[in-house]
C-alpha cells in the first residue's frame, strides 16, 4: 500500500493467482457488472480494501477511485457516521424475528425526504426494488403491461436483463418499448394496449452504458407524467443508480415532476445491501396487497446505515461538494483533451460522469487505451459505463485524477 | 432485559408505539413475511437484540427463539467465529470494485463442501438463487417450462409468489406443476410440453407452510433425477429452507440423489445477507452466459462470514446438536401433549420443526392459544410455520422451552 497515484501500479500477482482460482469454481471466473473481463487488462478484478476515496486492490496498489463500487459509495469508502451508526446496530442485532426500530425510522426519514412518498417498503436489490414497483402497480390497477425506455437499465431479472441468455419470450411480453425522451413514442406504445397498461417506468435521464448520457427534456418528465395520469398507470421513477446522489428529495424533483413510486437501491446505505420503494397513498393498499420478502430483507444493521446516510447527505453540503467536483473534472478533462487535441464528448450529470472520444472506434480502442493509462498511475475509470463521484472526493483529489489523465491523453495524443 | 423465560413478557409500550408510526409510513404497517399480523396478538412486531438462544423485543423482554429469523441463525445469533471473520473483513472492505479474495475461497469451499457442486455464484436473496438456477436452465437448453411442485415456496418473485395480487397470468404460463412426492404426476406435467422442459425445482422435502411437513419419499427424488435426465432438462433443489441445516453435503445427498443445480441462501452466512447457486460443470457455461448481478452481490464481508459459517458446520457437531436439540424437543412436545389428552402431529425434520393440533378448527384456535401462551412465557414459536432450531440450541434450552411448553399445553387442555 506504499503506491502512490503517479506510480506505475503493475503488481498483479495476487490478483492472477486468485482469477485462476476462481476460473476452476466460477463460470467464466466472475459473474455479474464488476466482471473486468470487457475491461482494458490492465484491470484488476480482486479488491481488498476501501477508504475514503482510495481503493486497494488484493497486490496493494492503490487507486484514487471514481466508481465508487459502481454507485453505492455515496460519502466514501467507510464513512465515519455511517460505519457507527451500523456498527451499533450491529452490536445489538441485525437478522432477528421482525424489523427493529429503524425501519421505521428509516421510513419516516423517506416520507420526509422524498418529495412524492407517503409510504416506503424495503428490500435488498435494485432489481428488487423496480419489481415490486411494477407488482404494486399491477396490483392496484389490475392490468399487465409496462411501458419501459428502449435499453434503459432497470435490474437483471428476466424482464429487464440487458444479456437475454435464459430469457422467455413470456418474461417480455408485457412490456412495451419506446425512446427515451419521446413521449409520442411513449403515447405509441400505449396505444398498442388499451385499457392494459399498468406503469411507465423510466430513469431520471438516459443513462445507458456505451453512449453518450443524455440529459432528460423536461416535455419528457411532464408528458410522462400527464401519460400515466391520463391512463391511470402508475409512473415509476427508477431512481436505483440517481437516487441520493443527485437531488434527496427525487431526481426528477428539480423539474417539478413527481412520481407514484420510486425505486432506490445503490447509495441509500453507502454501501450496504438495501434498496426501497417509496409510494403515493393511492398506492398504499397495493403496496400491502402484494408480497414483498426476503430473508434479509428486514435487517436493522443496514436500515441504520441508511438513517446516518440520508440524513448526511439531506442535511450536509455533500451533494454540492459532489457536484463542485464533479463540475472541476469535467472542465479539467476538456480542457485537457482540446490541448492534447483529442475530441472528447463528456455528458451525464458531472457527479455522474461519462467520457467518449469522438473519433472512437467500434472496439473502443481510445478510451480502453486512455482508461488503461489511467488505471496503470493509480486512478481508477471506466471504459464504457458511466463513473460515479462521492461526496468525498476533494479538489485535490481531482487535482491527482488530473495529473494522471493529462498524462494519459497524452500517450493517447502520440498513439493516434 | 431482565425478563426471565418464566416471567409474563407483556409489556408492549415501545412496540405499540413504533407499530402506530409504522402504520403510516409502510403500507400495511409492515411487509412481507415477518409481519405479526397473522399472529396471535401477543407478538411483538419489532426487536432489538440477539445473542445466541435469545432474543430481545424493543421492550426488553427476553424470548428463547426457536424461529432463529426464519432460518437464518444456523449457529445462534452473534456467533464468535462468524462475528469475527464478519469484521475482520469489514474492516479492511465490504463493497468495494470488485469482490475480495472471500469471493474465491467461498466458491472454492462450496464445491469442496456440496457433493454436486462444480462451481458457484452468488447473490443477496434466495429468490434470487431459485430464479438464476431457472435462468441457467433455459440457457443451457433453450427451453421455457419449469415443474414445480404445487403449493412448494420458491421465493416471491412473480413466478413464485404464494400471493397472486400483482401476478399476471404470463408471469406463471411456463410453470407446470404436480404434487409434491408424486412422479407420475411430475411425468404427466412433463408431458404437457414435450421438449420444452428446462428444469424441474423441488424442495428437499414438502416444507409447505399450514399443513404436515411430509419427508421425501426416495423414490421421489430418484424419480425426478431419472426424468431431468430422460428429458434433458436440469434438476434444481431449492436448498435455501433446508440447506446447511440438515447436510452439508445437500440436503438431497443421504439419499444419493445429486441435483444439476442447487439454491442457497437463509443459513449460508449465519444471518448476512448472501444467497448461491451451485452448479454442475455442464451447466457451466450457462452459467457464464446468464447476466447474473446486483449492486451489493460481491460485497466481501458476508463472504467472510459464510466461509466462517460453512466451516464451522462442516468441521463441528453442529449440525449432531441441532438434531439432537431437535429430537429431545419433539419427545418433550410430544410427551407433554399426550400427558394433557392433546393430540398433536409434529412433522419436518426434528430441527426444523412443525406441530399442528389434530382437532384445531380452520381458525387454528387451538395452536394460537397455545403459542399466545407460549410467547407471553418468553418462547417464540410460530403457529403455521415450520420452526428452526440453531447449533447453539443446548438441552438446557429445550428443557427451559418445555417448561414453558408444558404450561401452555395446560392451558389448551383446560380451555378445550
Known sequence: MTTNSLTTTSARDVDQALAARAALVVPGGMHGHLNRSTFPSDYPQFFARGRGTRLWDVDGNRYLDLMCAWGPMVLGYQHPKVEAAYQAQLAEG??????????????????????????????????DATTTCLTIARAATGRRKVLKARSSYHGAAPWCTPVLAGVTPEDRVNILEFDFNDVADAERAAAQAPGDVAAIITTPYRHD????????????????????????????????????RYDVRGSWEPLG?????????????????????????????????????????????????????????????????????????????????QAHGLAVRQSGPVQMPFLRFEDDDGSYSLVNRWCSETIQHGVYLHPWHNWFLSAAHTSADIDEVLQVTDRSFGVVAAGT
Not at 437478522?95 to 417498503?121: I, S
Not at 454501501?271 to 420503494?277: D, K, M, P, T
Open 209 to 244: 452504458s456505451f453512449v453518450d448520457q443524455e440529459d432528460v427534456d423536461p416535455a419528457y418528465a411532464h408528458g410522462l407524467r400527464a401519460l400515466a395520469d391520463r391512463l391511470g398507470a402508475a409512473l415509476v421513477l427508477d431512481d436505483v443508480r440517481c437516487g441520493f
Open 257 to 337: 415532476v413527481r412520481p407514484d413510486l420510486s425505486a432506490y437501491s445503490k447509495a441509500i446505505a453507502n454501501g450496504y445491501a438495501l434498496a426501497a420503494v417509496t409510494g403515493v397513498d393511492s398506492l398504499r393498499e397495493a403496496g400491502a396487497a402484494v408480497f414483498s420478502t426476503g430473508s434479509f430483507w428486514f435487517a436493522a444493521a443496514a436500515m441504520a446505515a441508511a438513517v446516518a446516510t440520508i440524513t448526511e447527505l439531506r442535511d450536509g453540503t455533500g451533494l454540492q461538494d459532489m457536484q463542485a467536483a464533479g463540475q472541476q473534472l469535467r472542465d479539467g478533462l476538456q480542457a485537457q483533451a
Open 94 to 127: 441485525d437478522c432477528l424475528n421482525g424489523p427493529g426500530p429503524a425501519f421505521v425510522e428509516l421510513a419516516e426519514l423517506l416520507v420526509d425526504t422524498v418529495a412524492h412518498a407517503d409510504w416506503a417498503m424495503f428490500s435488498k436489490n435494485g432489481t
